[in-house]
């Protein structure tokens, strides 16, 4: 149990030390991760009513099989592409 705690500190710290060094700081990448999680919740929740939604209107054939990891693909581009950092903007513009 001792070595679950010492991990979970240790992954901790190494969270905090490598976004403490990215440009813009801590509070700036934290910023950032808050971002992209709530862009994960929307996308997640728009994958379980399409899932649902795929199962229902076909409950058996090539859609029911392939639909749900099809959206998953296009889902998880749509994320890439969303969760970039924005472009930074110059002082004084």
């Not at 060094?21 to 996308?43: D, N, T, V």
């Not at 859609?63 to 998953?72: C, F, H, I, Q």
């Amino acid at each position: 149990m001792r070595g679950f705690f010492f991990g979970l500190v240790l992954v901790v710290a190494l969270v905090f030390t490598i976004l403490s060094i990215r440009p813009g700081g801590i509070r700036r990448q934290l910023r950032m991760a808050a971002r992209r999680f709530r862009i994960f919740l929307w996308l997640g929740g728009i994958y379980l009513a399409g899932s649902i939604f795929i199962r229902l209107a076909f409950p058996e054939g090539a859609v029911s099989d392939y639909g749900p990891p099809a959206l998953a693909l296009v889902l998880a581009g749509v994320f890439v592409f969303i969760g970039q950092d924005p472009s930074p903007s110059r002082p004084g513009t």
